[in-house]
């Protein structure tokens, strides 16, 4: 048994022996635990990834005549102001108003760590103590009195893996995932991740000193959505901004998906007994990650299939007897430089180590939203479709499009699939045009559908998305059981 206090004495002293997590896995393995509990004195974890749920509390000093902002932009990106007279909070994933996904928070947060000046704009009513009623001036970080990051989530304790099952390209946090599993995206550290390598949070709490951005922070409790009981417990943590450097925080634009912050932490984890040491030298092939469908868009979307950390840094995985390619939304390179810097901090007696006040809970559990309204499904509001098969002449479709007083005619294959669809736009165009063939000439390949099970609200998405006002409905077996309109889902409205 070592204590904390022995451990930084040796810090002190200069002879504390310490190793990144990747080290403490080959030393365990070649020596056992019980020599790497007595030789190893810190084992040091890091992650590197997208934060989205980052932002930065932002005190700027009171102007003259004074001002309370009521709302404010810097360089365009809107701050809360609903905190005090001078006092904002800058999201990370706010986008800007000007410029969208392109430029956000993150950016915002990026300029200031880097140095850069940037606009600050607000506005206010104005009130006796507070007269001033607009301001635009220029602030750098070291003009503003504090500028304090906070985490709610961080450092996941391991993270799902995305791929995609649907017929189209899907555009998400987790990155671009192509079609009928063309594809798997991964976040996480794996065997560097500090909650995996404390998986009883036996060192980890509030108090404990950290490394964020690449300055020193703390853990501040439990993480948003802290799930321990099934493994993907998260940390709250706090750092200096003006203490940070843009080594370890980039601001990050997902394509098509919205603006994010990579932020880089590293958690040293005292070796204080052998069971330490053996939770320390967790090794990526131990750490299983469930491969998630985000084709189903659902609270609870499917696992495809259970891998590890291992398979996936591999850069492919088996789905459904097909290797698919794989590649990751986090850097562990990244992760494994500040695991190592962390390491040298320590060794130069550069970073003390302290203990959590308070430990994170082992029994938080999670809970989805509350909601009082009822969740309407396609199934509910889609009607009957009436459907074609591709030897259908365009006269003969004509007649159906008019005798069934439809705008739409899903078009099947022999064996009932979908593989098509016309509109009667497509039926005008083709008589104007003299076609007098079979509907394979002039139908649509390429469909957008949605599923019986899905609701409303992701028909009216694709409708919106797509500029369409119609969706074939189909089952797993891709047969056309029904048809959902931009008319059915108007008057769903108009009901409600």
């Known amino acids: 048994m070592k204590t904390l206090s022995e451990i930084n004495r040796k810090i002190r002293e200069g002879n504390v022996c310490v190793v990144t997590a990747e080290e403490m896995t080959s030393l365990v393995k070649e020596h056992g635990a019980e020599e790497a509990a007595k030789e190893v004195d810190v084992v040091t974890t890091a992650t590197f990834g997208t934060m989205c749920s980052s932002g930065v509390f932002l005190n700027f000093g009171h102007s003259d005549p004074p001002i309370r902002m009521e709302r404010a932009w810097l360089n365009d990106v809107e701050a809360y102001t609903g905190i005090a007279a001078v006092d904002v909070y800058l999201g990370a994933t706010q986008p800007s108003e000007t410029r969208g996904i392109e430029y956000g928070g993150a950016h915002v947060i990026e300029d200031l760590v880097a140095g850069k000046s940037v606009e600050l704009r607000a506005i206010s009513s104005g009130t006796d103590c507070y007269p001033r009623k607009e301001i635009i001036t220029e602030v750098c970080l070291e003009d503003i009195n504090q500028a304090i990051l906070i985490n709610p989530r961080n450092a996941y304790q391991k993270y799902i893996a995305a791929t995609n099952s649907s017929d189209e390209v899907l555009h998400t946090y987790m990155g671009t995932l192509l079609p009928n599993f063309g594809n798997v995206t991964f976040s996480g550290a794996g065997a560097l991740s500090p909650l995996s390598n404390d998986p009883e949070y036996r060192t980890l709490g509030i108090g404990t000193r950290i490394l964020v951005g690449g300055g020193i922070g703390y853990i501040i409790g439990e993480g948003t ?65 469930s491969i998630v469908d985000f084709g189903v868009q659902r609270r609870y979307r499917p696992s495809v299939k259970i891998t590890n950390y291992a398979e996936l840094k591999s850069g492919k995985v088996e789905i459904n007897g097909e290797e698919v ?62 459907v074609i098969s591709i030897n259908t002449t365009i006269k003969e479709a004509a007649k159906m499009i008019l005798s069934k007083r439809v705008n739409h005619l899903p078009v099947v294959s022999s064996e009932g699939k979908l593989i098509g669809i016309i509109t009667s736009w497509d039926i005008s165009k083709a008589v104007a045009l003299g076609k007098t063939g079979k509907v394979e000439e002039i139908m ?53």
């Open 325 to 386: 390619k794989v590649s990751p939304i986090s850097s562990y390179y990244k992760a494994r430089e500040i695991a190592k810097e962390l390491k040298k901090m320590i060794e130069r007696g550069e970073f003390l180590l302290t203990a959590p006040i308070e430990r994170l809970s082992c029994d938080m559990e999670l809970k989805p939203m509350k909601q009082t309204e009822k969740l309407i499904l396609v199934r509910n509001v889609m009607e009957k479709a009436e």
């Open 444 to 496: 649509t390949r390429k469909v957008i559908t949605v599923s019986p099970n899905d609701p409303i609200h992701v028909a009216a998405r694709k409708l919106e998305q797509y500029e369409i006002s119609a969706l074939p409905v189909i089952n797993e077996h891709r047969e056309v059981v029904g048809m959902i309109t931009s008319e059915h889902l108007s008057k769903l409205v108009a009901r409600r």
């Open 225 to 289: 959505q802290h799930d321990p009981k099934r493994g993907y417990g998260t940390l709250m943590v706090k750092g200096d901004l003006k203490k940070m450097s843009t080594n370890y925080l980039r601001a990050a634009s997902i394509y098509k998906y919205g603006v994010s912050l990579y932020l880089g932490i590293g958690v040293p984890i005292p070796i204080l007994d052998e069971k330490l040491a053996i939770s320390t030298a967790i090794s990526d092939e131990e750490i299983p990650v």
